[in-house]
């Protein structure tokens, strides 16, 4: 199977700054999709952004132009790079990543989710 551990979670004050990262291990063969989601209190987990293998990428409408997605695919790694955070950003998030990997001699499909990380943005 695939896991995926998230860092650089933490305590920043409103207009900071932080970057996430999210590192993929196990007998991983091809990543496809990665993104990154968000879970705030009380409310259901949302989607904030997504790349594919060829970098292109995708944003919510409310983090465009302050996060950034970006992924190393000789690391099997995605980042998150956020500016200008809010109070409303304040959530714990997780990464997500698809793709293919070695069991034996096949190849099957696997979708796997980071455990995830807090962001608090407060002053």
């Known amino acids: 199977q695939v896991q995926l551990v998230e860092s650089g979670g933490g305590l920043v004050q409103p207009g900071g700054s932080l970057r996430l990262s999210c590192a993929a291990s196990g007998s991983i063969r091809t990543i496809d999709a990665m993104a990154w989601y968000r879970q705030a209190p009380g409310k259901q987990r949302e989607w904030i952004a997504g790349?594919?293998?060829?970098?292109?990428?995708k944003y919510l409408d409310s983090v465009k132009g302050r996060f950034t997605i970006s992924r190393d695919n000789a690391k099997n790694t995605t980042f998150l790079s956020m500016n200008s955070l809010k109070p409303a950003d304040t959530a714990v998030y997780h990464c997500?990543?698809?793709?293919?990997?070695?069991?034996?001699?096949?190849?099957?499909?696997?979708?796997?989710w980071g455990q995830g990380t807090q962001v608090t943005v407060s002053s």
């Open positions: 790349v594919t293998r060829d970098g292109n990428t």
């Open positions: 997500y990543a698809d793709g293919t990997f070695y069991i034996d001699t096949c190849t099957p499909m696997f979708s796997s």
